[in-house]
Nanobody
Framework: QVQLVESGGGLVQAGGSLRLSCAAS????????MGWFRQAPGKERECVAG????????YYADSVKGRFTISRDDDENTVYLQMNSLKPEDTALYYC?????????????????WGQGTQVTVSS
């Protein structure tokens, strides 16, 4: 089982940037895809970005495409989410997740380990 701990969330003005980090411990995560999800109050959890086990394939939700970048450092057992040009609608609790598969999936059921989440709040 992989343990995941997110960090880097906070309060930022619209147009600003944040970099989220997800540190993994326990069983190595380098053989599985990783994803970033978010959940706003009253909404379903959605996948905003994913990266394959080798880092050669990525996925972005249309709402964040061109603004967010996912990356992974397997030597450091860490996955990142660089978020630029943030908008108030990006406000949510952001979760890191370890996938069940090598290739990127977007469904919650395709991820087996989850962090506790880090809050991102974007003010207008």
């Amino acid at each position: 089982q992989v343990q995941l701990v997110e960090s880097g969330g906070g309060l930022v003005q619209a147009g600003g940037s944040l970099r989220l980090s997800c540190a993994a411990s326990g069983r190595t995560f380098s053989s599985n895809a990783m994803g970033w999800f978010r959940q706003a109050p009253g909404k379903e959890r959605e996948c905003v970005a994913g990266i394959s086990w080798r880092g050669d394939s990525t996925y972005y939700a249309d709402s964040v495409k061109g603004r967010f970048t996912i990356s992974r450092d397997d030597d450091e057992n860490t996955v990142y989410l660089q978020m630029n040009s943030l908008k108030p609608e990006d406000t949510a609790l952001y979760y890191c997740a370890a996938g069940r598969f090598q290739w990127v999936r977007t469904a919650v059921r395709d991820y087996r380990s989850w962090g506790q989440g880090t809050q991102v709040t974007v003010s207008s």
